[in-house]
């Protein structure tokens, strides 16, 4: 083997300076680069017509000819969407609405004009209200029927010819109105949805959510028959299906949260108009040229691009033929037409064959690439929190301090556990949520073990912790109310008190059984629907947990008395004897009726199942059980309980659970379930705020450091790294389970006498796991941990259920685009490989650099 | 009295699952004085060797080094360690690490030392024990009377009160086991307070100023060098007979 230096491609030759920045500029690569060029162009195709009006209403009629109204009067005509020309209008006041369907086209304005045609006629004929009041919107039902609405309530129809009224039953303002076939929806102003099944002859009030009852609903509109979208002024969307196969769809409504920019309700814009072009495509248009497309239903919704020379007008209305062709208008002229759903298209988008392997390669690797970053991120972090949570784990596991210890020689910090750092740290998540609850939890435990460091460096004499020492003849009383203290709580008020472990355990317990999961009999089988109950109250659970630690601290601390040794108790064995057999019994006789006992072979076999488990459990809990000399301790039970560990207790239930569940639902339950990565953008995304409030008052600094705090906060928490946050931490919790496992095979693997070594020259617990055995395990858990973080790498594949496009999920969307299964697969799979036999050989070269000399089989080259 | 460093008073130890491996040890060592442990195996001695420094609890009894209680819950058990020196019989050095950073490891990082000032000891000690010409070798690299001379050095450094011996010579061959003894004898005429426990009964007589025959967990005979040659119990008697036939 060629020594350090004497290597070619040594990275020793290499100067320290450069090594770092080798380093730096590899994690800046992965970490912080932007995304691929995201370059896109609009889509939208200005309309150029000789005027400048303000473009109000545009529908498109049944012989795909466009028909645009506008201010003064203005018609313009657009005969297959591509000639466009100026009509003579019969009115001079502003149009502000149309409809039309099979048979004509129809709008309405200012001063009760109402104009409309048949399709078939060029001929625009006028038919106004008797009222000057404007008219906000106009609609034709199923029989061919004008229905208009105005300001407070107003409806009015065109009936053979003459106008009358319709009773609206509200004063509201009316804003928009349309029908599909006979059943007709109307929004208005604080709120106010009606709903008419008989062609608008009569209209009755629909429910809508509690939240909008102040906003105005300035748009709705069906999409066939079976959804429903509407939207108010303040940019919210409301959403109706149909509940059930009964009711109809525009009776209950509910507001669609929006994935956009804020992650709230609201899009924050003016919107003025809403067409539907899908069950689940809409288009949206608003003040300051708002022009935006959502592909699912009002989830997600993007704002797109206009071309140049656009100077973010407002668009008023937009009209459809499909989900592709339409128009949109606005003031000042302003006629826009698309071909591709308004949606941007990538730059650069041309037509590639793919079943050439040249261009297939071409068009797939930066895609490939990209999901080889995403990839790579998500395992560098996940194999990072992986070994440090998994080293924190092995080191609790094999934390000696027993509940003896932390009564006995600790128990100053026991107390200031209990009394201070945790109450402390409740209070905070009580305030402020779970998040600031953890870090002060963590903070004081930082800050009191710093303070007791200084305040003990140099004394021989330890004088407890943080120079609280109690005396001696006071030592068991304090235990005594520690331990009332936990089982009782501490009980202030409402708000300042703690619920101690009996209350939790009770409260807990009946949630639980609110959820009446089991049935009224005394049978065990029939309870065991109580299983399920965490999942129906989380914080129960975790209540009931924390209370049952509490109780079993509490009565322990309770009975202490100075000698903690095993407990005795008396006759033990028979009680459990007794439980175990009333348990066969309920489960063999309740319910047992001599009429129906059958004799089939499957409840014989049920019975002599159940009396063999008894006279089995009989055997193991009394083995030597001999009637002749019954000597009644026989049948006692002795534990010590204060050989518990409580570290070690913590971190068994941790491992046991992301060890017993599989990774791919883990996956789902964090991201789907709890929504971690949601829960930790928002948290960042506060921090980042706090942060730039503080960098604006650092004055010049600040155009320095802003854009640096934005860059990494939108790498970090930006829109869409909802799943890479979620990604990041199944992948890494998961992790640290299994290598904690190992971690601990490791240091177990090292000679008891080193830890005896260290501690005989006075070295701590936790010193010599740092100095001796965890250099010395390390070493010894390379190859184990290699297969662990190759693991990663390939588990890291899962994450594509969670949408994060790693190189998995990109293999999908490629396949989607080109078809070429074997090929894209084949890709990945290469992809894959490179990847994990890099990570390898890494280690391999790892193992050999902290080969201890003298120490240890190693094999081969 | 003040110049007893250690005293052991009713040590006890039972063990789990009812071994009763000490019961009832007293003695007392005096400042400078060498005192041997020597029994058959089983007897306990090892057992009351851990008990001083606690790596092994005693079940009863009190321990005091310089007139303070040792093994009460409230004191600091690594203050007292390290005013404790211990010798394994499997000598347990720090493999990872050279021999020079093996001394000096206690020194910076329990006595708080810089690295200089903690070498400059760590190389008078190894002069002590005559192992400066391998202070860079790893202990892999060592012979077994190298590595124990070692380990005695890493005790000495941290200048302790009292050094326990737990059969220092016992997994070494009879060659090797000159060099150890000759070291141990030097700390002996240099006047360091030592507990050995060992098998070598003739170095006991040799080095040692009192020597404790110790026989199914108590002590069976306690006196100065000579009783070796003049034993006064019978089970004494009957343990040398063994030795000597061997």
Known sequence: MLSKEDRILSWYKIPKSSRILLIATTLIFIFLTPNLAE????????????????????????????WIFGDKGIII???????????????????????????????????????????????????????????????????????????????????????SEIDSLTLEDLYHITFENERGLISGSSGLILGSEDNGLTWETRETPETISESEIISIGYYKTNRAYAITSDGQ????????????????????????????????????????????????????????????????????????GFDNQKINDVAMINAFRGIIVGNEGNIFYTENGGENNPVGFEVVDFNDFNEFVDFTKDNLLEGLKATMKIVLIGILLGFFLGIVLAMCKTAPTTLKQMIESDLEKTLILFWLVIPVSILSTRGSGIGIGIFTFLAIIGVTILVDYYINKNKTETEGFLGILIPNNHRNKVIKILGLSLLIGIPISEEWGFEGGAGLIYSALNNFHD????????????????????????????????????????????????SYSKKRFFAGKLFLLIIVWSIILTELFIGFNLNNFNLSIASLMKYLFFLGMGLFMTRRIIPELSWKNLDPNEFNIT?????????????????????????????????????????????????????????????????????MIDYVSDSLFGPGKRSYLSAIFALGLNSAAYQCETIRGAIAAIPSGQMEAGRSIGLTYMGTMRLIILPQAIRICIPPLGNEMVNLVLNSSLASVIA????????????????????????????????TWTLALLLRRLEEKTRIPGLGISGGN | MEDEVLIIENLEKIYAGGVHAVRGVSFKVRKGESVAIIGSSGSGKSTVLRCINRLIEPTMGTIKLNEEVINNPLADVNE???????????????????????????????????????????????????????????????????????????????????????????????????????????????????????????????VADRIIYMDKGIIAEEGPSDIIENPKTERLKEFLSAMDDE
């Open chain 1, 515 to 562: 959820f009446q999961l089991g049935s009224d009999t005394p049978k065990l089988s029939a309870q065991l629907g109580y299983i399920f109950a965490p999942i129906g109250d989380p914080i129960a659970f975790f209540r009931l947990i924390i209370g049952i630690g509490l109780t079993y601290l509490g009565i322990l601390f309770i009975t202490a008395n100075g």
């Open chain 1, 804 to 835: 994060y496009t790693e190189l998995t999920r990109q293999g999908k969307l490629v396949v989607a685009i080109t078809f070429q299964i074997f090929w894209t697969w084949g890709m990945v799979m290469i992809a894959y490989f490179v990847v």
């Open chain 1, 237 to 308: 969307i409301l959403k109706s299906t149909q509940e059930a196969l009964t009711t109809t769809v525009g009776y209950s409504w509910s507001i669609k949260e929006i994935e956009s920019e804020n992650y709230s309700t609201t899009l924050n814009v003016n919107l003025t108009s809403l067409e539907i072009l899908s069950t689940t495509k809409i288009l949206l248009t608003g003040e300051n040229g708002y022009v935006a497309l959502s592909k699912d239903g009002g989830n997600i919704v993007t704002p797109q691009l206009f071309p140049d």
């Open chain 1, 77 to 163: 005509h657009g005969e297959k969407l591509t000639n466009w020309s100026i009509i003579d209008s019969p009115t001079n006041e502003d149009i502000l609405t149309a409809d039309s369907n099979d048979y004509m086209v129809a709008a309405a304005g200012t001063n009760g004009t109402v104009i409309y045609k048949e399709v078939l006629s060029n001929e625009w004929i006028k038919k106004s209200i008797d009222a000057q009041t404007k008219i906000n919107s106009i609609a034709i039902n199923n029989m061919n029927e004008i229905i208009i609405v105005t300001d407070f309530g107003g409806i009015q129809i065109l009936r053979e010819g003459e106008w």
């Open chain 2, 80 to 206: 007292i360690r390290s005013k404790i020196g211990m010798v394994f019989q499997s000598f347990e050095l720090f493999s990872h690490l050279k021999v020079l950073e093996n001394i000096t490891l206690g020194l910076r990082y329990v006595r708080g030392m810089n690295k200089e000032d903690a070498e400059k000891i760590a190389l008078e000690v190894l002069e002590r024990v005559d192992m400066l010409d391998r202070i860079d070798a790893y202990p892999g690299n060592l012979s077994g009377g190298q590595k124990q001379r070692v380990a005695i050095a890493r005790s000495l450094a941290m200048h302790p009160e009292v050094i326990l011996f737990d059969e220092p010579t016992s997994a070494l061959d009879p060659e090797l086991i000159g060099s150890v003894l000759q070291t141990i004898r030097g700390l002996a005429d240099e006047g360091m307070t030592m507990v050995i426990v060992t098998h070598e009964i003739n170095f006991a007589r040799d």
């Open chain 1, 639 to 707: 534990i010590d309980p204060w050989k518990l560990r409580p570290l070690n207790s913590l971190a068994t239930l941790y491992t046991d659970f992301f060890r017993n569940t599989p990774l791919l639902v883990q996956f789902m339950f964090i991201h789907f379930g709890i929504q971690l990565g949601k829960h930790i953008q928002n948290i960042g995304i506060d921090v980042t705020n706090d942060l730039t409030i503080i960098s604006s008052y650092l004055g010049p600094l600040d155009s320095l450091f802003a854009p």
């Open chain 1, 39 to 66: 370059g896109y162009e609009s889509t939208w195709n200005k309309i150029e017509i000789d005027s400048t009006n303000d473009y109000n209403a545009a529908v498109i009629d049944s012989n795909e000819d466009a």
